[in-house]
Structure formats: structure tokens, C-alpha cells
């Protein structure tokens, strides 16, 4: 079955640096991405969507020019948290699908902001 | 926007009973509807799904329901165990390449 690896799975870093998350499609192609944040105990928030060779789309309320997203070829997308804030603590989860496909999730990136 | 209402938030059951949880979306265009279950610290695992051409999928011990003209769709859980505790959030999308749009999840806990 499809699989998405998406990498680290935890990191901790300190307030206004930047942090890389990666996320690829092991055994297919993705032309999208979807990047999603889920804080404790709460639902699974739609961050951005992510295109490959385009700019990523991203929902209403999600800053831009913090959480960049660059989707470079169809097996990658990464999404670097710019000038990270302890508010930005969160797990953050990649997931990709192919048309008319299930949705399939990496592991989530889980990133504590001291 | 498009939103989906999921009920309960939390839902404790004894082993061997079944469990239900509803959910109702708003965009008429919706043709996919999968539930996922989330342990603690996990990603989601999709569970079962179900398109709108159909209006009832099994799955083992797993069922969902779908009542297009109402707008609803359930999961059916019959003879719970104790490691279906867990996080369970339903989800729909239109077709092709849009993103999945999840209700606020429902707790789970199956007591022995």
C-alpha cells in the first residue's frame, strides 16, 4: 500500500529558530500534499495544501511566510516553521493521496518550542 | 465553510457492547466519507470508508452508514474490545485531490 514517511518524528528547538519537516511518498506520486496541525486533544486542522512545481495553498489564518512550503518534485513536500514560537508547539502531520485514493498520513512530526 | 458536526466527544462502552458515532457535513458535494482511529501520540489509520454510491460498507466488526439526503453518516462498532479505545474522527472530501475535512473526534473507551 501507499506510504508516507515523514521525517523527524520529534524535535525540540529553541524560540525564534527555524525548523524542517519532510515529508515524502515512498511508492507513489504525489502532485498534493495536505499539511496538517493537530494540538492536544483536538481535531486534525487543514494547514495548507501543497502542489507540486506551484505555491501551496493555504487556509485562512495560517501565516504564509511562517510555515513555508515547498513541494519540489512529486515524491517531496517539506514545511519549515520560520521563527518558531513556543504557540507553535504541535504535532504536525503530512498526508498525500492519489486521485480517488484513501488518504495516507506519515507519522506526524511532533515539535516542542522552548 | 465546509464543516462536519461529531457526535459524541466521548463515548465509554463495557466489552462486547457496540458503538455509534454520527456525524453530519454540509457540503452536498461530498462523495467520500472515511473514519479514522488515532491512538495517543499515532498517526490516524483509516479504518473503513465509504463512497456515495453506496449506502452501507462492512468491515469485520466495523460498519458505516451513509444517508446522503440527510447528510449524515455513521460508525458501527459491534462487540468492542479494549484496544478499540481510541480517538475516532470522520472525515469527508469531494473527489480527486481536495483535502479531508475531520470532525473534532469522538474518545473511545471500551471498559473490560
Known amino acids: 500500500g501507499a506510504v508516507v514517511s515523514q521525517h523527524p518524528s520529534w524535535v525540540i528547538c529553541k524560540s525564534g529558530t527555524s525548523v524542517k519537516i519532510e515529508c515524502r511518498s515512498l511508492?507513489?506520486?504525489?502532485?498534493?500534499m495536505f499539511w496538517y496541525r493537530q494540538f492536544p486533544k483536538q481535531s486534525l486542522m487543514l494547514m495548507a495544501t501543497s502542489n507540486e512545481g506551484s505555491k501551496a495553498t493555504y487556509e485562512q489564518g495560517v501565516e504564509k511566510d511562517k510555515f513555508l512550503i515547498n513541494h519540489a518534485s512529486l515524491t517531496l513536500s517539506t514545511l519549515t516553521v520560520t521563527s518558531a514560537h513556543p504557540e507553535d508547539s504541535s504535532f504536525y502531520i503530512c498526508?498525500?493521496?492519489?486521485?480517488?485514493?484513501?488518504?495516507?498520513f506519515g507519522n506526524g512530526t511532533r515539535l516542542t518550542v522552548t | 465553510g465546509e464543516n462536519v458536526e461529531q457526535h459524541p466527544s466521548t463515548l465509554s462502552v463495557q466489552e462486547g457492547d457496540s458503538a455509534v458515532i454520527k456525524c453530519t457535513y454540509s457540503d452536498s458535494a461530498s462523495n467520500y466519507f472515511p473514519w479514522y482511529k488515532q491512538e495517543l501520540g499515532k498517526r490516524p489509520q483509516l479504518i473503513i470508508d465509504i463512497r456515495s454510491n453506496v449506502g452501507e460498507k462492512k468491515d469485520q466488526r466495523i460498519a458505516v452508514t451513509l444517508n446522503k439526503t440527510a447528510k449524515h453518516f455513521s460508525l458501527h462498532i459491534t462487540e468492542t474490545q479494549p484496544e478499540d479505545s481510541a480517538v475516532y474522527f470522520c472525515s469527508f472530501s469531494n473527489s480527486g485531490n481536495t483535502p479531508l475535512v475531520f470532525g473534532k473526534g469522538t474518545r473511545l473507551s471500551v471498559i473490560a
Open positions: 498526508s498525500a493521496r492519489t486521485a480517488n485514493s484513501p488518504l495516507h
Open positions: 511508492d507513489f506520486q504525489a502532485t498534493t
